[in-house]
């Protein structure tokens, strides 16, 4: 079944502790991107990448990190999580770029306190 | 700044009649645009999308019209049915095969038997 999957699915922590997102794709898609969502904010975009080893700034990257080592999976890296990175996390992936359909996991409930 | 807007956070609407989300923007460099359903609990799935070259592209009771002019589209479902119910977020991209996706805040639809 093509899907995209995200570890864990909730998470609490404190603030400071670093914490990992994993996000993995079995569509062997070469775009990968991260989204947060938060009430009255919609979806932004937190980072996205093209391919293996290539990655890029979406709208709201401040406080995140990401790496591609390989095409199926993209982390996504709080080094240092603050309570304003409390949110909905989503990863989602695509052939190529956000006009072709991107398919979503189904989320990451982060809580920083 | 939110470059893509939803101004109406929900809207109901009866069984069989027809639904009209609409979203506006402010960035005249979107080209592409699309929108996406979303349940909760689950990520976002892809329901249709428009290019700036068109005014309207249909798929089934969806159909998404595109007012470049006014910066303006919308999405009419016709006929609406209960499990339409969801959150329904439109989104713009600069061009087609973008890297950078945009969303709007998102507009609730209840669907009443």
């Known amino acids: 079944e093509a899907q995209v999957t995200q570890n864990p699915r909730y998470l609490i922590t404190v603030t400071g502790k670093k914490l990992t997102v994993t996000c993995s794709q079995n569509?062997?898609?070469?775009?990968m991107s991260w989204y947060r969502q938060d009430p009255g904010l919609g979806l932004r975009q937190i980072y996205y990448?093209?391919?293996?080893?290539?990655?890029d700034k979406g709208d709201v990257p401040e406080g995140y990190k990401v790496s591609r080592k390989e095409k199926r999976n993209f982390p996504l890296i709080l080094e240092s999580p603050s309570p304003n990175q409390t949110s909905l996390y989503f990863c989602?992936?695509?052939?190529?770029?956000?006009?072709?359909?991107?398919?979503f996991g189904p989320g990451t409930r982060l809580t920083v306190l | 700044d939110q470059q893509v807007k939803q101004n109406s956070p929900s809207l109901s609407v009866q069984e069989g009649r027809i639904s009209i989300l609409n979203c506006d923007y402010t960035?005249?460099?979107?080209?592409?645009f699309l929108w996406y359903k979303k349940y909760p609990a689950e990520g976002p799935t892809f329901l249709i999308s428009?290019?700036?070259?068109?005014d309207k592209n249909e798929d089934g009771r969806f159909t998404v019209f595109l007012n470049k002019s006014a910066k303006h589209l919308s999405l009419h479902i016709v006929p609406s049915q209960p499990g339409d119910s969801a959150v329904y977020f439109c989104?713009?991209?600069?061009?087609?095969?973008?890297?950078?996706?945009?969303f709007g805040t998102g507009t609730r639809l209840t669907v009443i038997p």
């Open positions: 990448s093209m391919n293996v080893e290539v990655t």
């Open positions: 989104a713009a991209s600069p061009a087609t095969g973008a890297n950078n996706l945009f």
């Open positions: 428009i290019s700036s070259i068109k």
């Open positions: 989602a992936s695509s052939r190529q770029g956000v006009t072709d359909t991107q398919y």
């Open positions: 569509m062997n898609h070469e775009y």
């Open positions: 960035n005249s460099m979107f080209d592409y």
